[in-house]
């Protein structure tokens, strides 16, 4: 009875954590890390917002994003959750400008980027901003 019993929880976990694997999704694209490279020069090298490239490697990426090695595979974006409208930003710009420019809404720009604070006075020289005008789906299955 004890085995027929072991057998059938086995069986139960076995299709438990096949179905949450399931549910991740893909990686729409990937890059392989080349020695100078840093977040902010990945994602303007594969047109990915830098929010994105943090978010969805962050099991491997520091918040710093100083720990990149040579030769490894870095996930740019989900199966419906990838944006590859960005604007690599220069010093003087606004959030406005740039959302104008894009063809796109501040709410939708700030949406994207949740990173970016409501006045927009945290974004820097380099970073990637996604520009889509429409809201992408981050973390939703």
Do not use: W
């Amino acid at each position: 009875m004890f085995a027929r019993f072991a057998f059938v929880l086995a069986a139960v976990a076995s299709v438990a954590s096949a179905s949450v694997l399931a549910r991740a999704p893909a990686c729409a694209r990937t890059y392989t890390v080349v020695s100078g490279d840093n977040c902010d020069i990945i994602s303007a090298k594969t047109s990915t917002s830098t929010y994105q490239l943090t978010t969805v490697n962050a099991d491997t990426i520091n918040a710093q994003c100083t720990n990149l090695t040579v030769g490894e595979v870095l996930c740019l974006g989900l199966v419906g959750q990838d944006c590859r409208d960005v604007h690599v930003v220069e010093s003087g710009d606004v959030c406005v400008d740039i959302a104008n420019e894009a063809g796109t809404t501040l709410s939708i720009l700030l949406a994207n980027n949740p990173n970016v604070d409501s006045t927009c006075s945290n974004i820097y020289p380099g970073e990637v901003l996604c520009t889509a005008n429409v809201v992408i789906p981050y973390g939703s299955d």
